[in-house]
């Protein structure tokens, strides 16, 4: 009987206690330089944050101008910088097979910031792209036809907001399974179009993501014959 007693009294401690873990949820501030959490089921920020510097980064670097302005001065001469080109940024296109949620915005801020970290790049703020897209009920692929693409920009220069560039992204992706594991291929790419002659630009950036249903699997992906090869 006494024992009976103790097991009943063990197993209700041990669930008050299985639910009240279940009730708490615990944080911590991520310095730099901390390991930071890699998202389990879909992409995170360990996804997004390195395909972004790398597209952003190497589209731009194809068009930034060499500095060829020579000013006279007292002394001699000072060459100058060539002035900033300004890109409007239309959007983020998720075209994955995931929900991104929240990091659409984070990409889109991410980007943006990219553009006015270049230093020969600024783009046009979003604010005044949205509002001119909704005032002539057009949207983002649209820009790509002739007579609305110049109806937009004719409207944001009116807006004292003139563009030289547009630039689109799109997130695609691509699943391989294997049994209950599966790989995920990430792809973001940048289209920067010159509105001034047509011209078009792309840059791409992957990352290879594998997902695991376990430690043990997680282990064997990287030892031959069932991962890397």
Known sequence: MLASRLFAVSLCSLLALA??????????????????MIGSHQAGQETFRPLTEE???????????????????????????????????????NKTSEEIGDFK????????????ESGQFTPISRRYVEAGLQQLRIRPDQLFIPGAQQQFAGLM???????????FAKLTSGTTRQNKDY????????????????AQDKQSAEISKGYHHSWTSRAISNTWPFGKQ
Do not use: W
Not at 66 to 75: H, K, L, N, R, Y
Not at 157 to 167: H, N
């Open 183 to 198: 790989q995920r291929d990430y792809l973001l790419t940048l289209e920067l179009v010159d509105i001034r002659n047509g």
């Open 157 to 167: 220069q009116s807006q004292g907001q003139p563009f030289e560039y547009l630039m």
């Open 19 to 36: 639910a009240g873990c279940r009730s708490n949820q615990y944080a911590r501030v991520i310095k730099p330089g901390d390991r930071e």
């Open 105 to 116: 915005e984070l990409l889109f801020e991410s980007i943006e910031a990219k553009i006015s």
């Open 55 to 93: 597209a952003v980064a190497k589209l731009l670097a194809r068009h930034c101008a060499v500095p060829s302005q020579i000013q006279p001065v007292s002394a001699g001469l000072e060459q100058l910088p060539p002035p900033k080109a300004t890109i409007c940024f239309v959007g983020v296109e």
